[in-house]
């Protein structure tokens, strides 16, 4: 590793302070030459602890980085980049572009999901050696990593499936235990399991992405025409407001309750399951055996059965938490680890 590697921070919410608070505890060997949000970034040689906490305390006050006496203008984010640096993306940002960052020789890494979920030809660039992105799947399960080895070692993918959205497993777990969809839904969004408007989960979009990440990593450069995905609310729902859609919910009460029925009566329970193979991936709900892996799972976990040539017939299956803040920054720092001793 060479000592003292400097990274660029872009995106100081939960999962950014959270991986700025690992990085500083772990050691010396790396320093935060500038740290930015949606307003503004500062920069330093590098920046000092004082720097960094006056920023982080901003963050959490609810100011941007703007107000900063240092702050410099978003356009002028280039400035920081250069081939010693690593690039660390842990915003929500859905225009960014780092491919400069890139090819002025930083090493790049991701827990936003949307440069390698963009179509192909924008994203081709963010599959490469000097880019990290285990953050993007499972937050930080190895996944990628694990992917990425079968492959490198010459075995081929066949096939991948799994629950690959916490929110949605613990939707599911709630509905098998007689839970009503509108009251999982409330008790989802009050322990904060789901996003502000739940819809932006249980539209399956988020899972989607996590499937064509791996598909992609998989070797199939699959695009967004090749997906289907299932939205677990009518069309009616999807038209109104985040308020309206809280205030008129349960409506879908009796449908997810007589589904629900349906599959027991089957010895099945539902679960939210992505399909990915190089044709394509199919992302909804699906009936499987109680007794099996996927209905075996409960809660928020995450569950991945990878198929390859040499794991035909029993599939390599990585499982554990998918989602929370410290288990993702945490994939983050092991990417920044990796890539500082590359």
Not at 121 to 149: D, H, N, R
Not at 259 to 282: C, F, M, P, T
Not at 307 to 322: D, K, M, N, W
Request: proline content about 4%; overall charge neutral.
């Amino acid at each position: 590793m060479r000592q003292n590697t400097k990274i660029v921070l872009l995106g100081l919410g939960k999962v950014g302070q959270a991986f700025l608070k690992q990085v500083q505890e772990y050691s010396n060997d790396f320093s935060f030459s500038a740290l930015a949000d949606s307003t503004a970034f500062i920069m330093g040689n590098p920046l000092n602890e004082e720097q960094i906490n006056d920023a982080v305390e901003r963050k959490r006050g609810g100011s941007g980085l703007a107000e900063l006496d240092n702050a410099q203008p978003l356009h002028d984010t280039a400035r920081v980049f250069s081939g010693r640096a690593i690039v660390v993306d842990t915003s929500a940002a859905r225009s960014l572009n780092l491919f400069p960052a890139l090819t002025a020789g930083c090493k790049l890494v991701f827990a936003n999901k949307n440069a390698h979920s963009a179509p192909w030809a924008e994203a081709k660039p963010y599959f490469s050696p000097s880019v990290g992105y285990e953050a993007t799947v499972g937050a930080g399960l190895p996944v990628i990593a694990a992917i990425q080895t079968l492959r490198a070692t010459g075995d081929k993918i066949t096939r991948i499936e799994g629950v690959m959205s916490g929110t949605l497993g613990f939707l599911c777990s709630q509905l098998e235990a007689g839970v009503l969809y509108s009251q999982a839904i409330q008790t989802a969004f009050s322990a904060g399991y789901t996003e502000p408007d739940p819809r932006d989960d249980l539209s399956g979009f988020d899972v989607a992405r996590k499937a064509l990440i791996l598909g992609r990593t998989a070797g199939w450069p699959l695009e967004k025409s090749q997906q289907t995905v299932e939205q677990l609310y009518d069309e009616g729902l999807a038209r109104l407001s985040t308020l309206d859609f809280f205030k008129h919910m349960s409506r879908m009460d009796n449908v997810f309750a007589d589904w629900v029925k349906r599959a027991h009566e089957q010895g099945k329970v539902l679960r939210y399951v992505a399909s990915i193979d190089r044709n394509g991936s199919q992302v909804g709900l699906q009936r499987v055996d109680v007794h099996s892996a996927l209905g075996s799972l409960h809660g928020p976990g995450n569950y991945f059965a990878i198929y390859s040539q040499r794991y035909a017939e029993i599939p390599l299956v990585i499982t554990g938490p998918g989602a929370g803040v410290e288990v993702t920054a945490a994939g983050v720092f092991a990417d920044v680890l990796r890539l500082a001793a590359s």
